[in-house]
């Protein structure tokens, strides 16, 4: 049984950075695509960032780009979130995300493309 758990949230000032962890057990990641999704209380989950499976393909939404850089090792089964100058609108519950087995340029930004989830990690910007 696959299991993902984050790790790295907490309150951080607008303007700060923040590292997000997600660490995979149950079997190896290192064929499937891994995301970030984040929810804000009231709204609906949304993509964030996407990474394929080799790591050579990434996608940001566009709320993140020039801000966020997702990352991954294979050999340790863990994605990362590095996100810098943060704001207030970050504020929200971040979700880590796997897929299956996938093909190596693949990083779907569609929840439905995503077979595994954390329990989210709660992340507060403060002004």
């Known amino acids: 049984q696959v299991q993902l758990v984050e790790s790295g949230g907490g309150l951080v000032q607008a303007g700060g950075s923040m590292r997000l962890s997600c660490a995979a057990s149950?079997?190896?990641?290192?064929?499937?695509?891994m995301g970030w999704f984040r929810q804000a209380p009231g709204k609906e989950r949304e993509f964030v960032a996407a990474?394929?499976?080799?790591?050579?393909?990434?996608t940001y939404a566009d709320s993140v780009k020039g801000r966020g850089t997702i990352s991954r090792d294979n050999a340790k089964n863990t994605l990362y979130l590095q996100m810098n100058s943060l704001k207030l609108e970050d504020t929200a519950i971040y979700y880590c995300?796997?897929?299956?087995?996938?093909?190596?340029?693949?990083?779907?930004?569609?929840?439905?493309?995503?077979?595994?989830w954390g329990q989210g990690t709660q992340v507060t910007v403060s002004s």
């Open positions: 990474i394929s499976w080799s790591g050579g393909s990434t």
């Open positions: 995300a796997a897929t299956r087995f996938l093909g190596p340029g693949v990083a779907p930004t569609g929840l439905v493309s995503y077979d595994y």
């Open positions: 149950g079997r190896t990641m290192s064929t499937s695509a």
